[in-house]
């Protein structure tokens, strides 16, 4: 697990709750005074909230991607249209998990979020990482704005927030992930290597933190083999310990669901 990774959730359930608490509050507030407007949740219409704050961005979008399958992709998509006829925007941030990736935009058209946007050498390019979330979609936009939605249904599951103190937890939540995820090309080459058996099981007891000596003779095999094999993928995952490889092998998908 991330360094981090527990007071983060901690600190994002906190903010989801909070989340709740003020749209239930501030419901019946007009538009102009609150902090907390709740919208419409269904997915098409989040997109369309999504796609008015990107478009209106000046220095900075974070999009995090780790909710509901329909709503990530509707932010996707609300991303293409939005940002492609500004090419002053900031090159906005994308943080979701391999698994909420894949529901949003297919393996083979993954790649194609990258370039569509870069086509023709002005237009903005999005950077892409992958990390474990809690469920929640959400678009941070200068600092300033966020548009949430998370992944239960009931009073707040959808809500523009303004207040700052909510939308400088979640900014800061955001930087520490981002900071310690995995960049989506190199998700992208290890998702597409032909990873043999072997290497699944080696990577699970690095994960483990598994001796040696005790992983050799689980594996039924020399600890000089077993010590080659290692160093294989840590050049592979160009990770720098045994930690930080089993952390970038379990980011990636890459360990056997079975261990």
Same mark, same amino acid.
């Given at each position: ?7 983060? *959730?901690? *600190? ?21 005074? +609150?902090?907390?407007?709740?919208? *419409? ?20 979008? *974070? ?14 998509? +609300?991303? %293409?249209? @939005? ?74 599951? @959808?809500?523009? $927030? ?18 310690? +995820? ?8 290890? %998702? ?27 594996? @039924?095999?020399? $600890? ?6 290692? +160093? ?28």
């Amino acid at each position: 697990m991330l360094p981090g990774t527990k007071d983060m *959730e901690r *600190e994002l359930m906190e903010v989801r709750e909070l989340l709740a608490a003020l749209a239930v509050r501030r419901r019946d507030q007009t538009a102009s005074d +609150a902090q907390v407007t709740v919208v *419409e949740p269904h997915h098409d219409a989040f997109g369309a909230t999504a796609g008015v704050l990107m478009s209106r961005a000046v220095s900075s979008v *974070e999009v995090l991607l780790a909710g509901l399958p329909q709503v990530n992709g509707t932010v996707i998509a +609300a991303l %293409r249209q @939005a940002l492609p006829p500004y090419t002053a925007h900031p090159e906005p941030r994308i943080l979701c998990t391999p698994q909420s990736w894949r529901c949003a935009v297919p393996l083979s058209s993954e790649c194609a979020l990258l370039t569509a946007l870069s086509d023709d050498g002005d237009t903005v390019r999005p950077e892409v990482r992958m990390a474990r979330l809690l469920p929640l979609t959400a678009v941070i936009a200068d600092g300033e704005v966020a548009l949430l939605r998370t992944g239960k249904p009931g009073p707040g599951a @959808a809500a523009v $927030v303004r207040a700052p103190s909510v939308v400088a937890s979640l900014r800061a939540l955001f930087d520490t992930v981002w900071q310690g +995820a995995t960049g989506v090309e190199e998700y992208l080459r290890l %998702r597409r290597r032909n990873w043999p058996e072997v290497a699944g099981k080696v990577l699970v007891r690095l994960r483990d933190g598994v001796s040696d000596d005790t992983a050799a003779r689980e594996l @039924a095999m020399s $600890v000089r083999t077993y010590r080659r094999h290692v +160093a294989d993928i840590m050049a592979l995952l160009g990770a720098t310990s045994r930690f930080q490889a089993g952390v970038r092998a379990a980011e990636a998908g890459l360990l056997p669901r079975d261990g």
